[in-house]
């Protein structure tokens, strides 16, 4: 059996925090030996809190230590492909957070260093490895439901983000920022897009305009096979955080998700009440540290990994070109995109 | 195909008047010919709604009908006997609303008399006939569950009675005026009981202390198989009308019931929310059609009643059996009670 | 108080029988007087059956009749035309079951007909008058969600109708058939829609390519507020019937519908497990029964009808859309609908 | 902020291997130090494993290190009293699973130690951590649904223990050894019992009679406050593992509890399934880890224990009576126990 692996996480922002926290606590498997942050001051106040010896303030410090053989990149987009080149070229396995990129340019150039390389890369599309959308896949993957036919999902968040993460061109916009998720599942599920339509508005939030996204879209897709699709998304659900899925099959269906927190219902003159899922960390807790400890596994047996960089090309193209279908009022190719991305 | 029923009904307050307009209009094989009321101007002024050519101030006129096949007599429990002997009497056959009697002695002099005369009579325990109660019994009797070890009972008013009708000298008290529906359920899957043991208090109104009467009680059973059941009674759900059961068996469990009346759910910052049952003739509309219909088949088929006088008799003995254990606070056979009502 | 309406039903097949036994038995401001269906017989054994005096085999004989002050007409689409248009003349109130016509020709031509004669008419669009849909526009009109801003609709059958009456010409196809009940609730709820764009595909019976109908369709739509719906319809809910709607507001959400026909849960070692709702009859009891008392206490209060020719032809522009829009594969606007109605 | 707690633990078969990796993996302000166990071997292969430095086989060595500030004991119930005065003389805080220990005299042995020591001591009963027993605290304090009136508990097993584990001179038998779970959140909610009454029966598994033991019980209670309560205890939930709370007060009513596992649902023609909870480890999961971080945090805080050592003899004396009850056919009030107790 192989050792532990030593990690190092690079950025420790919001998100990274969670994956080094369960780097440091919650993967026996692994050993978190370093941690780098841009943000002045930020990987050493980390370390100190969690005892990790080493930190770092830039990723080539980290990079450059022989000890660690993997990183975990989930810092700014924007900063994707240069972690991933430069780690894939000093040899690291690599976890990155989705998107894989802002651009299917980048996105390309990635994967061809990859391939040159020979580097471990798995992408983070952590909705693969909640129990519930694991739960459904045995399930399609047994025949439980026969073949599936029509795909549903729903991602609606509490609250739209500050308007400075919003803009499109840092975010990618409401369709790209958060239906890469169903997308993603979608092609788990279903196989892949051939051809989506999508209609959108700012209706909650009026602001988001003069930023130039939409804070409720309605996404269509007709796959391959010839099933059928249809995404949902919202920025506006107020009572809390509502992530759901349903795959159609000619012998049954599978419902995903739910609302519920707390396990109490509360009854009296008012009426039978619950509270909701809060947000993403409470919803997807389990599963961020489930899809981590499968990285970790997935190095240290020299396994294929698990969500590959094509995989994270294949969720975007879908997701650009929703946004082109919604731009241009019409049906949009999915292959259209991947001509756009040989330019 | 035997023809249509000629049925009178006797009583034509809150209840009587649910019966005689289901009679009138949603049971296809009888004909309302008649109705009776002491209440002066009543059944008149019902007759007249209904298009109804006959009425009566008395149950004698109805009873000397010849027309007249059956009768459904929804007067109060302390006229039943004498109701139900007359209607005997004259030939009819008989429905009545539970509980047979106020008191046991009656109730025996109710047996008497049918047996003599060779009358048909059902009693009208509606829960039997309800969906849910209905399919579960289905499943029971498949053997779904495997042999049934433990019975759970809750039945809950959304408010108490006026304070008149609380009185145990009237009602027969909480655990008799509620709980003989669930000791009835209780021998409907279970067979018959051996002990009970009650606890009980006026814990959410004291005003009913004045009269005797208590507002939530808890009775525990040991049916002479030997499998175990508990009753659960209350005055006080405030939310709405409260009304589940459970069959436990060696191969599984049924869960009887359910809280929500409007299939909507609202959800906003104030949580998640449905509405509930609001009271017994929402929860029990359909049952109490299906059973008034079940009355009119089976005389009409010269079939057996479906709930027999032997039946609520056996029921009532449990309700007393209760309400003796929670006066002498010790647990108390049921054939304690067949013994008093030798006397 | 105005009196007891007369009334005749012309058609008396499977959904027409339901029409007017509810009339014969549970409408108590209505008099079923006379049935009319040209199959032979079938009006003279529903007559038998259920007592009733006048039958006969042409739509004619009923007109004529002096008596009838109402006609209720569910028979088959294609004869709609022709029936309100002699029943509007004969002065008779109609109620007509959906869809008014299988052109928007035909719909116009009624609609010339009813303003020139005065006529009542009142559409049949039960879901209208189901529990969950009427209680989520109250909730909407008292602002419990806020504004609306994304409407949900998904109605799904069991099983595909025999196939020649899937033929589009007859039924006018999955989207125009199963569709105008979502889009008609869509416009309840949401007001007028703008644009719509289809997919859809024979996925589950091949067999339906053959007849030029399909199975399974996602239809998204833009309001004229600017507000999305998507309509998601299917013909192998295998496991029961499955309409569902959501309300998604500023203030909140609205869910609408429900699963489990029984209340009643198994739990064994198979699982956790309930029953579905078998099809659209057990689901639509209570709101076809509302509908036509409605129907009836409209035309007694000389008050205007609940759903008009106007709503009927407004839904039907929306199906004929998205119909339109599913061959061309491009979102179609609903005024290109009115435009070729003029033609 | 003090620093990070030296812990030892003591017993590492099932349960024991639970706390303690928790402590060495997800308490961030524990440190795990030593583990013991006097089955040879054990605990030297949970230190190799988990990379703890010291190990032994008694528990006098783990309490002779001085680097050990506070230890958690979860060995079997017979030698509680001897692991806690042992500790309590060291000068360690101790955590001890309930129950406290067999009889009352021994529990009391221990009470006086520490008393006497001034030993920190807090019992495991981990139900009070669970996010939704500890929420329905909040609830009830916070008067959500006014006074509490009537205590419900159900906890049901999925299969029964091995018949040694059974035997009630070891586990205390059905009623103290799943009951007092129960009886420890009633007491929680709704202040001390006064009596109780007990039914119960070898029903599902007759071998259990030979070892003087039931599956299926039901305990009915009366508080001191004179509220109601009702406690149903069974070894064969064939299903999963069913634990179930409802706390009904004047305002309204909690319910506690649920039985789905994974959040899929699925519809088939069969039925609409889902899962259940398989066993205590996946309900009470995250409440075993809560339990145990807030006893560290307790004893760095030096604040008062959150479950005392006289909160599980009170507990133990319910269950006692309960046990008596059930023998002896009779109400029994817990301060009969008390009385014993002081032998």
Known sequence: MPGRLNVGVIGVGRMGRVYAANLAQRVPHARLVAVADQKPGLAASFAREFGIGRFYESHHGLLGDPDIEAVVVIASTSTHKEMIVDAARAGKAVFCEKPISLSLED????????????????????RRFDAAYLGARRKVEEGAIGTPLVFTSISRDPFRPPLEFCDPKVSGGLIADMGIHDFDVARMYMGEVQTVHAVGGALAYP????????DNAIVDMVFESGSLGVVQLSRNAVFGYDIRGEIWGTKGSIQIGYFRQTPI???????ITHDAVPYFFERFESAYLTQIQDFVDKVRNQARPSVTGADAVAAMKI??????????????????MAVAAKH
Chains 1, 2, 3, 4 share one sequence.
């Open 265 to 271: 219902l509360m009854m009296t003159r008012e009426g």
């Open 207 to 214: 602001e988001m305009k003069e930023i130039g996204d939409i």
């Open 319 to 336: 997701s650009l070109a929703a946004q082109a279908s919604f731009q241009e009022k019409r049906p949009v190719g999915v292959h259209e």
């Open 107 to 126: 996105a390309h150039e990635i994967l061809r260093v990859v391939e040159e390389t020979g580097a471990f890369l798995q992408m983070g599309f952590q």
